[in-house]
Each structure stands twice: as C-alpha cells, then as structure tokens.
C-alpha cells in the first residue's frame, strides 16, 4: 500500500514539473519585419474574450501591433463571413484557428 502511495505521488509530481516546464517555455517572439509583412499580406480577425485569439497575438510578442488585426466584437460588419476565431484570411484564402509561425511563414512568403 505505501509502494503505490509513493508512486502515484512521484507520478503526479512527474506531471506537475513537466506541465510548469510547458507553460513557462515563452512564445517564439518574430521580428519586427516579419510582423510587419504578415500584416501587409494577411488580416486576422479576432474576438474580444477569445483565449486562442490571445494565443494567436502572443506568438509575435510586442510586434503583434504590426499585424492586421479586425476584433469581430467591435467590427462586426467586418465580419460578416467569420465564423470563428481566429481566422486569417490570405490570399483570398480562409485559415480558422491558431497559425504556427512557421505555417504564417509558408502562407504569406514572409
């Protein structure tokens, strides 16, 4: 009975730490060109209270002012096609959810 006490406490501290490892890793911060060519070449509709939508900002850190952002709560004509988000739309072309900066880097050529 201790045996397993024990190894069900190591087991969930085994989680915790890696969890705080996940969590705190910071988010990849993109350059201030990069941002700002994702802005001349995609518009990012987001929403007031949308977590994703924050994920999504916090990926380029403070060069997120850069990007071309349209927040659906206070734009909805805007927003007449959106359905979700975040949604990129680039080139024509509707993206809904997260981009990894590296799929931003391939969808836009920056």
Not at 53 to 69: A, H, P, R
Not at 76 to 99: A, F, H, M, R
């Amino acid at each position: 009975m201790k045996k397993r006490s024990i190894i069900t406490i190591l087991i969930i501290l085994a989680i915790l730490i890696i969890s705080l490892l996940v969590l705190t890793n910071e988010p990849e911060d993109t350059s201030e060109e990069f941002a700002v060519c994702v802005g001349d070449n995609a518009v990012l509709y987001v929403q007031l209270g949308c977590h994703a939508c924050d994920t999504q900002k916090k990926l380029f850190g403070e060069n997120s002012k850069y990007l071309n952002i349209v927040d659906c709560w206070y734009e909805k004509e805007k927003c007449s096609e959106i359905k979700y988000t975040p949604t990129w739309v680039i080139d024509g072309e509707v993206y809904i959810g997260v981009q990894s900066i590296e799929e931003l880097k391939k969808l836009t050529g920056c």
